[in-house]
Each structure stands twice: as structure tokens, then as C-alpha cells.
């Protein structure tokens, strides 16, 4: 860098410093404030620098240190936000939540239970409980019903009273157009990606994003 500098007795030196390589092309506001004593230590006294012009540099000054305190603000609102996000979903283990699926899943209990959602009433609406082959393993009649959110359940035992297992089962919806269904997921674990995105809650459904809950059980 070459600064030019005039005495009092009006002679001219000038002065070259090399600049020092940091690696870093951004500049902070140490890097303005240092800018700014540089400026003023050599400038004309004959002609220094320009009053509005000095305002705009200060104004600039600033600006840079608000912005890098709202950054830094932001960062801190963020951390506090993700653990209690985190928090929040890990409380949620053991309990069960209700999400938009046609795969129904049991309990610890082996009940299987969930919702349809129908827009026109209907006179004979039933869900059919469908196994990987195809074979309905239970089919419950819910009989007429209106417009609206309509529960079923099973406990998940046959005629005989024997429990069927722990597979998962598809939802098939008769006796109502374009139903839409719901059913209830026990929550075993949150998963907390390592690149800081949103927790994940764990089910025999799948992975959820805390959101997609329409209610916790």
C-alpha cells in the first residue's frame, strides 16, 4: 500500500507498505475502524477529508457492527430453538401420534387403530385390514355414517381370540369416494440428524417430521 504524506514544510514523501497476506478477503470492523485512523493520520491538512463523507464512512461502520450483532443473535436464537425442538420431540417417546398413512401398524398391545376421513355421507362404510398377500385379516363394519373424521379400531385378535402379530397391515376404505386415512403410530425413538436439520421421530410407519402429527395419543 503507498501512502503520501506532506509535512509541514510542504514536502511530499511517500511511503509503501506490503500488504500482509490473512487469508481472509472479508473485512470486519476492525478492519474499518483501522481504515479509518490510516485516512485520517494522512490526510492533507490542507485539504482533509470531507465532513459528509466521513459520515457515510461512520454510517458504514455501523451498519457492519449491527449486522454482525443481529448474525451473531440469530445463531444463539436458532441453537436455543433446535435443542428445544429436540427436547420437545424426545418427550413425545412412548406415546403414540396420528398421521396421514394406509398402513396401519399395532400397538404394544396389539391394537390397531386410526381414522377416515369422509367428505359425503355414507350408508355402509367399512375398513378392510389387508395383509402383505392380499388376504383381508379383518374387516370392520362401521355402518352409515356422515360427513367427517370416523374412528375404527381392533384389537388385533382373531375369531379364536388369538393375537395375529406384529405385522403391518394396509387400510382399504368401502363404502365412501376419495377417503382419506389416518392412523396411530407408537413413537420409539427421535432421531437427530448430525448436520443439525430437524429431528426425525422414529415408527413402525417409518420417519416423521414432528409436523406431520395430526394429534398425540
Do not use: H
Not at 407408537?186 to 417409518?206: E, F, H, N
Amino acid at each position: 500500500m503507498t501512502t503520501t504524506v506532506t509535512d509541514s514544510a510542504g514536502l511530499t514523501l511517500t511511503q509503501t507498505k506490503t500488504a500482509k497476506e490473512t487469508g481472509n478477503s472479508n473485512m470486519d470492523q476492525a478492519d474499518f475502524l483501522r481504515l479509518l485512523t490510516t485516512q485520517l493520520q494522512t490526510q492533507d491538512p490542507f485539504e482533509p477529508v470531507n465532513n459528509s463523507e466521513m459520515v457515510s464512512q461512520m454510517a458504514t461502520i455501523t451498519n457492519s457492527s449491527g449486522i454482525a450483532e443481529m448474525n451473531a443473535s440469530l445463531k444463539e436464537i436458532k441453537n436455543e430453538l433446535s435443542g428445544t425442538r429436540l427436547g420437545d420431540a424426545a418427550s413425545w417417546i412412548g406415546r403414540s401420534m396420528l398421521v396421514e398413512s394406509n398402513l396401519a401398524a399395532p400397538d404394544a398391545a396389539g391394537q390397531y387403530a386410526g381414522e377416515v376421513a369422509i367428505t359425503e355421507a355414507s350408508t355402509a362404510l367399512s375398513v378392510d385390514l389387508v395383509d402383505g398377500s392380499g388376504n383381508v385379516v379383518k374387516s370392520i363394519d362401521l355402518g352409515a355414517q356422515d360427513a367427517g373424521n370416523v374412528a375404527f379400531y381392533w384389537d388385533g385378535k382373531d375369531d379364536a381370540g388369538n393375537n395375529i402379530g406384529t405385522q403391518t397391515l394396509q387400510v382399504k376404505v368401502r363404502g365412501a369416494a376419495n377417503a382419506q386415512v389416518a392412523t396411530w403410530a407408537s413413537i420409539a425413538a427421535v432421531q437427530s440428524p448430525a448436520d443439525g436439520s430437524a429431528s426425525k421421530l422414529i415408527t413402525p410407519l417409518g420417519t416423521f417430521d414432528p409436523s406431520a402429527a395430526i394429534r398425540l395419543g
